[in-house]
T-cell receptor
């Protein structure tokens, strides 16, 4: 069975600094995909970044980058130059196949990030 | 980019009643899913909504409690039946296959409170 672990219930960071949110996963599937989503207090889930298990390079999307270490089964999210609007819950999730979100997502417990001015 | 909408955005309901939540996408998608997020918790998949056939339910979720329809490639409904306070949650639909991408995108969610 697949499992996602996010060990940081809460994190805080000073505005304009970088922050790393941890995510480790467990799966016996040879192919899988890893996602990060942001959930503001409004409740919507905002897609941030995706990494396929066979991707050679770490994914990047603007200020977001995914530090993918396959041997360690970790997929940490790095947010550079934090902004006040980054304050939210962040969820790491995985799917069975490497073809993105066509299968169900298994979510971690989430990390609440607070950005301080 | 495509728009995913949900109706209602929030509701307060009495126990024993039922509520139907709608999910509408402004372009055709391959997959539609329904998730539940209980207060302070993470998201859990309820079912995959299959176009023209019965939904595929996850362990712990049954059709009698959460009937789902998907009449076409842009629309789905989730009904929460015979509600109890334990059904108070955010219900989110998600889609995959938008504009050829393989990312799973979420609707804005429906915040349900059962009294």
């Amino acid at each position: 069975a697949q499992k996602i672990t996010q060990t940081q219930p809460g994190m805080f960071v000073q505005e304009k600094e970088a922050v790393t949110l941890d995510c480790t996963y467990d799966t016996s599937d040879p192919s899988y995909g890893l996602f990060w989503y942001k959930q503001p207090s409004s409740g919507e889930m905002i897609f941030l970044i995706y990494q396929g298990s066979y991707d050679q390079q770490n994914a990047t999307e603007g200020r977001y980058s995914l530090n993918f270490q396959k041997a360690r089964k970790s997929a940490n999210l790095v947010i550079s130059a934090s902004q006040l609007g980054d304050s939210a819950m962040y969820f790491c999730a995985m799917t069975k196949a490497p073809s993105g979100g066509y299968n169900k997502l298994i979510f971690g417990a989430g990390t609440r990030l607070a950005v301080h001015p | 980019s495509a728009v995913i909408s949900q109706k209602p955005s929030r509701d307060i309901c009495q126990r024993g009643t039922s509520l139907t939540i709608q999910c509408q996408v402004d372009s055709q998608v391959t997959m539609m899913f329904w998730y539940r997020q209980q207060p302070g918790q993470s998201l859990t998949l309820i079912a995959t909504a299959n176009q023209g056939s019965e939904a595929t339910y996850e362990s712990g979720f049954v059709i009698d409690k959460f009937p789902i329809s998907r009449p076409n490639l842009t629309f789905s409904t989730l009904t929460v039946s015979n509600m109890s306070p334990e059904d108070s949650s955010i219900y989110l639909c998600s889609v995959a296959g938008l504009a050829g991408t393989d990312t799973q995108y979420f609707g804005p969610g429906t915040r349900l409170t059962v009294l």
